[in-house]
């Protein structure tokens, strides 16, 4: 697998913003860094520095908007042969995609790190743990997510 994507949803703006300028602070560069969230909610941050910002065609009562990767990719419509196709190119279920576009249209904003490392999506699940998102998820079987995986390796001596 050429990329581990790593999930998280945060219900704010401002956790949004948080998390995003803090992987771009630890080296995560924007073109790896991918939301989806309510058009009426759009982080500060992903117009700053993602780009492929785009309206999600779909018929829902909140509208959405994408960027990054995931603007690329939804731009036409969610339910299509190609949009499968470069789900499975990303390493990403079709349903764990539906499940957090079912989140945005809920409110929530989702990030997601396309990560080239098994290190680089530890530090962006890190970071969206203190950042304060509340369901973090990998969509690679290789990576299993525990409190300790995810805990700080000073968090002992801080007790």
């Known amino acids: 697998m050429s990329s581990f994507p790593v ?17 771009i602070r630890a080296g995560i560069r924007p073109e790896k860094i991918s939301a989806i969230f309510p058009r009426r909610s759009a982080p500060n941050s992903v117009c700053c520095w ?13 509208p959405l908007a994408a960027a990054g990767i995931f ?8 339910h299509s042969a190609a949009v ?4 499975e190119t990303l390493g990403l279920d079709p349903e764990i995609a539906n499940r957090f576009l079912e ?3 809920g409110g929530q904003i989702v990030i997601c790190v396309h ?8 530090t962006a699940g890190r970071i969206f743990q203190r950042a304060g998102a509340e369901n973090i ?17 000073w968090a002992p001596l801080a007790a």
């Open 137 to 153: 998820c990998c969509a690679a079987e290789e990576i299993a997510w525990t409190r300790e995986t995810l805990a700080p390796k």
């Open 71 to 78: 603007g690329q990719l939804w731009k036409r419509g969610i």
């Open 103 to 105: 989140k945005t249209e």
């Open 7 to 23: 999930f998280a949803d945060v219900s704010s703006r401002l956790h949004a913003d948080i998390a995003i300028v803090r992987l």
């Open 50 to 62: 993602l780009t492929d910002f785009h309206r999600i065609p779909i018929s829902s009562a909140l």
């Open 115 to 122: 990560a080239r490392s098994e290190t680089e999506a530890v």
């Open 84 to 87: 499968e196709r470069k789900l």
